[in-house]
């Protein structure tokens, strides 16, 4: 079965980094646009950054402080996209997830791993 394994999250003082993993299995990442979301308790689940198979990135929303803390990243070889995540705030706190997509002609697949819990606090 395709799999989307999430990991490296933690607890870490404000200001603090982090680096989140997501490791594909069964299917390979090459070709596959992937996003990291975050979700807070109470709060819909939100877009933080995404790379197209290309290597392009994107950080939604969240402007310049978000553009400038985190940046996503890929390794085809390791078949694992990545989020280097610095300057860690208490308001980073959230579930992040991570999401594969790929599409052809009127046809998509989607697939999401299971999440890995980031804390920042003193």
């Known amino acids: 079965q395709l799999q989307l394994v999430e990991s490296g999250g933690g607890l870490v003082q404000p200001g603090g980094s982090l680096r989140l993993s997501c490791a594909a299995s069964?299917?390979?990442?090459?070709?596959?646009?992937v996003g990291w979301f975050r979700q807070a308790p109470g709060k819909e689940r939100e877009l933080v950054a995404g790379i197209t198979n290309g290597g392009s990135t994107n950080y939604g929303n969240y402007g310049d402080s978000v553009k400038g803390r985190f940046t996503i990243s890929r390794d085809n070889a390791k078949n694992t996209v990545y989020l280097q995540m610095n300057s860690l705030k208490p308001e980073d706190t959230a579930v992040y997830y991570c999401?594969?997509?790929?599409?052809?002609?009127?046809?998509?697949?989607?697939?999401w791993g299971q999440g890995t819990q980031v804390t920042v606090s003193s």
């Open positions: 069964g299917f390979t990442l090459d070709y596959y646009a």
């Open positions: 999401n594969a997509q790929i599409s052809y002609r009127d046809i998509y697949f989607s697939y």
